[in-house]
């Protein structure tokens, strides 16, 4: 019975009901993001964001072991607040947290999945997780991509997370089947930059070509999602050279401080933000609110 596991806010539920646009935000990005207060004000603007563009946001997230699909502006206070003490929650870690009825930060991969129980097929994030550098040795692959070739979500981000590697990520990704799409681009946007080396499969020019795509893919019984890359607004858009520094300098520090798995995004992305003196978290920001805004543009189109 989901509904014992499973809390909708009245305000999603009802436009679930009716076939209204929904959108699903992650909450990782407020706990393990950001630093408190930014990442819970940059939260209620991303919501406000999926409004203005005519959906229902639904911020997903678990308090006190019960999973929200839409949570309330006291909830995103709570969990930004607590930060990174916040269990940063995926897939395997879901049954323990609500278990043990504990507070959790859902990523990209467990919230597609908890987006998926509520019937909730468009969800808008900052970049998804990848394939690590150094996955070679390390195999270190984010459970993004595996939730990505079997949930049925799209997903709308910057590209994949430029502390990866690009490259061999979308490597898996064609392996699993996960079509890569560019809005309005055919070269794969690098999270901080639109700079890239790296071609998309397919470009699609409006929301209404995204949404007829999804709606044909999943009609036809062919599972998972697909990744729609839209590129950083240019106003927010870092030097490559810079951003790519700050990235090696990051790295090298992870490396010899010996951090791995779970805390090794959150550690990457504050001292790129430290190394760029606050840049990358203004780039971080907006580019967030780009991707709620086209977001919501194809959850309308898509429930029409």
């Known amino acids: 019975m989901l509904e014992n596991y499973l809390d909708i806010h009245p305000e999603v539920a009802t436009a679930l009901n009716l076939d209204k646009p929904v959108v699903a935000l992650e909450s ?3 706990s393990h993001g950001m630093p408190y207060p930014r990442n819970v004000d940059t939260a209620l603007k991303v919501e406000q964001a999926v409004r203005e563009n005519g959906a229902v946001p639904a911020t997903i997230g678990i308090v006190k072991g019960r999973p929200k699909v839409g949570m309330t502006p006291k909830e995103i206070e709570s969990l930004g607040k607590a930060g990174q003490r916040v269990i940063k929650t995926s897939r395997r870690d879901i049954p323990f947290i609500i278990t043990r009825k504990l507070d959790g930060a859902t990523t990209v991969a467990s919230t597609m999945i908890l987006a998926d129980m509520a ?6 994030t900052g970049g998804i997780g990848g394939v690590h550098r150094g996955a070679q040795q390390s195999f270190d692959i984010s459970a993004d991509l595996l939730e990505l070739a079997q949930t049925d979500v799209a997903v709308v981000c910057a590209g994949i997370k430029s502390i990866l590697d690009i490259g061999l990520t979308l490597e898996y990704l ?25 071609g998309v499969d397919y470009q699609l ?17 062919l599972k998972g999602g697909m990744v729609i890359a839209n590129p950083i607004p240019v106003q927010y858009s870092m030097n490559k050279v810079v951003i790519d520094s700050a990235i090696a300098d990051a790295l090298d520090e ?18 790129v933000a430290e190394k760029t003196a606050g840049e990358s978290l203004k780039s971080n920001i907006g580019l967030v609110l780009n991707n709620a805004k086209l977001a919501a543009q194809i959850a309308v189109n898509y429930s029409k």
């Open 254 to 271: 992870m490396e010899k401080k010996g951090i791995s798995g779970k805390a090794s995004t959150p550690f990457l992305l504050a001292k």
């Open 28 to 30: 990782t990005i407020i």
């Open 205 to 221: 020019d409006t929301p209404e070509q995204i949404a007829s795509v999804m709606k044909t893919k999943w009609k036809m019984g």
């Open 119 to 124: 019937g909730i097929k468009v969800f808008a």
């Open 174 to 198: 064609e392996t699993q089947g996960v079509p890569v799409v560019g809005y309005q681009t055919e070269m794969l946007p690098a999270f901080y930059t639109q700079e890239s080396e790296y």
